[in-house]
């Protein structure tokens, strides 16, 4: 069965530290995989897809299929970057998307 | 992208009573998809919502607790049914692209936020 595994909760950095967000993930298929984010009272939305292979605000996420990962990255945090953080696989199967459970990542100035 | 809308945005209920959210898409989507997310955690799927055929659910969850409705390409109802405290919950309706999308990302409504009395 798929699983999508983000390992810590929480994620506290200054403001121009990098970032890291860990996700790794576990699936037979050929894996398609999505960064989402829900900053505060806002909707949850689509911030990147490794498919795409883009860089959104600063964002980056490189599919490693040997590490079976696919960590969120950005060289310099902003405070504007706190927010909520979803790791997701996409299943083709039933067209399901599998979410991890999320780490909160505060940037404090 | 589509843009998903909700209704209501937010609910105060007493047990044993049913609510009904409602689900609209500004394009038509091949599926639609029921979560519900604990404040500050995950989410977790009910249910896939399927034109024109029965909702297919995730294991935890039944058709007479959670009752879909999927008429059309555009929107989808999810029915609480006699509500517990413990459906105390956002819940929240996405869909995926329009037929022939390139990806497979889900665009996702506001919420609907419910408490249970």
């Known amino acids: 069965a798929q699983r999508v595994t983000q390992p810590e909760k929480l994620l506290s950095v200054f403001k121009g530290a990098p970032v890291e967000l860990k996700c790794n993930y576990s699936?037979?298929?050929?894996?398609?995989l999505f960064w989402y984010v829900q900053y505060s009272r806002q909707r949850l939305q689509l911030l990147l897809r490794?498919?795409s292979r883009e860089s959104i605000k600063g964002f980056t996420a490189d599919l490693n299929k040997g590490e079976t990962s696919f960590h969120l990255k950005k060289p310099f945090a902003q405070e504007e970057d706190s927010a909520m953080y979803y790791c997701?696989?996409?299943?083709?199967?039933?067209?399901?998307?599998?979410f991890g459970k999320g780490i909160t990542l505060s940037v404090r100035p | 992208s589509a843009v998903i809308s909700q209704k209501p945005s937010r609910d105060i209920c007493q047990r044993g009573t049913s609510l009904t959210i409602q689900c609209q898409v500004d394009?038509?989507?091949?599926?639609m998809f029921w979560y519900r997310q604990q404040p500050g955690q995950s989410l977790t799927l009910i249910a896939t919502?399927?034109?024109?055929?029965?909702?297919?659910?995730e294991s935890g969850f039944v058709i007479d607790k959670f009752p879909i409705s999927r008429p059309n390409l555009t929107f989808s109802t999810l029915t609480v049914s006699n509500m517990s405290p413990e459906d105390s919950s956002i819940y929240l309706c996405?869909?995926?692209?329009?037929?022939?999308?390139?990806?497979?990302?889900?665009?996702f409504g506001p919420g609907t936020r419910l408490t249970v009395l």
């Open positions: 997701a696989l996409f299943t083709g199967a039933n067209s399901k998307l599998t």
């Open positions: 699936y037979s298929g050929s894996p398609e």
């Open positions: 490794h498919i």
């Open positions: 394009s038509q989507v091949t599926m």
């Open positions: 919502a399927n034109q024109g055929s029965e909702a297919t659910y």
């Open positions: 996405s869909g995926d692209g329009e037929a022939g999308a390139t990806y497979n990302e889900q665009f």
